[in-house]
């Protein structure tokens, strides 16, 4: 097992842990390592044949994802709208159709994919800060100018850490000396957003729902997919459809799941749905890294951003960051990337 020593370390190469980073990169200071448990950077930003098995979507006013774009150089388009948009309110009732209204515009969607800004911050902070496959399990207070993680590829110390894995999964790792129990409480009763969605997306060789005037965007609650929408890429090279699927179908076997997604499809989009080029789904809920297995209810509360996020603990040497823990728009990609620049500013400041 190795030891390793750098100023800081960031545990998680999520959106949040890799905006710190920048950060830090951008104010002069590379003396840190990021640890991440997954073979891949950005948590719940996953982009995948083009699409966006995580977050997807953001408005004018997530001016911090806006920000960051721009600082960037990615660009940013509207979510495509256009046409007749399917609501199913009940699976009897014939289709009812809705068009969306050109004086409110769509959600933006970020070019090249959500991962895109991803990439692009890992690629200013610099591959070989990022160590990959690495998990944390316990961060130990060692004495007054040290706190040390252990990881199973080895130990890691520094001067200050910054743990920005959501607050629930942040409890499996074994702080010593124990947090506070009031903060402990408040990690395990802070939902992790979306880590019950279910994803599908599908690609096809052409648009053929907008050769219908159809959007691609079909709404219902009663179906087996909630929401789906057209998810091609900006240069309109590559097809595709994205959406989320009912989570009553979770126990349901993996073919049967697709049979029943595509036969929705097909009765609403027509029968060129079968003729996808690829079929991929992503449970969230099963991924260890953002969720707690097999999920079968939700309680939501208390709101992101609880102010005993915002302390710094272990004599001021950890810190705590991500979605959850953001007061403005926690749980999204705004709030990630707020809490990493509000824990750039912490790190550095005596
Ligand atoms: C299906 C889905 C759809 C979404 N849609 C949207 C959307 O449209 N718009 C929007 O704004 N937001 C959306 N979100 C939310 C958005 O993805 C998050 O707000 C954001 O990505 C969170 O970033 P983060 O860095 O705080 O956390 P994470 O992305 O969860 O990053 C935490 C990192 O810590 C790592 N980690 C966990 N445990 C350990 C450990 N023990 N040791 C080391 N590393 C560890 C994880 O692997 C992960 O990489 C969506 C999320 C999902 C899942």
Partial sequence: MTSNTTKYIIVGAGLSGLTTAYMLTKLGETDFVILESRDRIGGRIFTD???????????????????????????????YSKGKSVLV????????YFENDPNSPSAFRIAGGSTAMINSLAGHVGEERIKTGVTASEIVNDNKNEVTVVTDKGTYSAEKVIVTI???IATRINFSPELPKSLQKVMEDTHTWMSNAIKVGLTFKSPFWRNKNLSGTLIGQVGVVTELYDHSDVNDKTFSLMGFVNEGMRDVSAKERKKRILAHLQKYLGNEVLEYLTYEEKDWSQDKDTSCNKIKSIYMSPKYGNSKFEKKYFDGKLIFSGAETSPVYGGYMDGA???GLVAAKKILDN
């Fill in 89 to 96: 309110y009940s699976t009897m009732a014939p289709a009812h």
């Fill in 337 to 339: 990337i707020y809490s």
């Fill in 166 to 168: 959501p607050p629930r």
């Fill in 49 to 79: 044949d083009g699409i966006d098995f995580g977050a997807t979507w953001f408005h004018d006013h997530h001016q911090n994802v806006g920000g960051l774009l721009n600082e960037l150089n990615i660009d940013k388009f509207y979510q």
